[in-house]
């Protein structure tokens, strides 16, 4: 069973177009998040929900917007895509009950931006 | 929210040798967290030292935490090819603080 998991693993799409990632978690978290690995490997948080509700918001463009339909679910919608939003995109969640922040990750939404 | 600091960037063994990368931070924190990718994976959680342990030992990872020097390391003993990997630091502060991740150190380990 797949702890984390996210779809697509790998989207190529033009750019202009709108595209949607989603994740879903079976961990019975709270919190979600999604991050974004830029080619230098540098993993840069984006935004994140507690319980549906959003409590992290980076300086991200609000060309990307997040959803969270329930807590087990973090989908992340990108409106007009640009070439630089070529990235790997994580999605994560937390919510152990000592509340260490662990997190745990997916495998990765790789996009492409032509 | 902080982010850890990982160094050295890159780091080149043989099997069989130790590795220790360092982590350093700026602020008071709970805990401090080491995570490993895979090229083309998931981060993936390792271990976690509490700002009142000093060494906490997994196998073989031996993590130490200085809250004085506000400073971490991670030995990797008796390295194996399959340690191949990126590792990141990630202090937490608590709360609603969010992980935030440096470049990390890239590991490569030669057979």
């Known amino acids: 069973d797949t702890a984390v998991s996210q779809t697509p693993k790998y989207l190529v799409t033009q750019m202009g177009n709108d595209k949607s990632i989603k994740c879903e978690q079976n961990?019975?978290?709270?919190?979600m998040y999604w991050y974004k690995q830029d080619s230098k490997k540098f993993l840069k948080i984006m935004f994140s929900?507690?319980?549906?509700?959003?409590?992290i918001n980076e300086t991200v463009p609000n060309r990307f917007s997040p959803k969270s339909p329930d807590k087990a679910h973090l989908n992340l919608h990108i409106n007009s895509l640009e070439l630089g939003d070529s990235a790997v995109y994580f999605c994560?969640?937390?919510?152990?009950?000592?509340?260490?922040?662990?997190?745990?990750f997916g495998e990765g939404s790789r996009l492409t931006v032509l | 929210s902080q982010q850890g600091e990982e160094d050295p960037q890159a780091l080149s063994i043989q099997e069989g040798e130790n590795a220790t990368m360092n982590c350093s931070y700026k602020?008071?924190?709970?805990?401090l967290q080491w995570y490993r990718q895979n090229s083309g994976r998931g981060l993936v959680h390792l271990i976690l030292?509490?700002?009142?342990?000093r060494e906490k030992h997994s196998g073989r990872l031996r993590v130490t935490l200085d809250t004085s020097k506000k400073s971490s390391s991670l030995l990797i003993t008796a390295s194996r090819a399959a340690d191949t990997a990126s590792y990141f630091c990630?202090?937490?502060?608590?709360?609603?603080?969010?992980?935030?991740f440096g470049a990390g150190t890239r590991l490569a380990v030669h057979p």
């Open positions: 961990l019975g978290h709270d919190t």
């Open positions: 990630a202090p937490f502060s608590g709360g609603y603080n969010k992980l935030i």
């Open positions: 602020t008071s924190i709970n805990n």
């Open positions: 994560a969640s937390s919510g152990d009950s000592l509340n260490t922040g662990e997190l745990f």
């Open positions: 929900y507690n319980n549906k509700e959003l409590i």
């Open positions: 030292i509490r700002s009142n342990e």
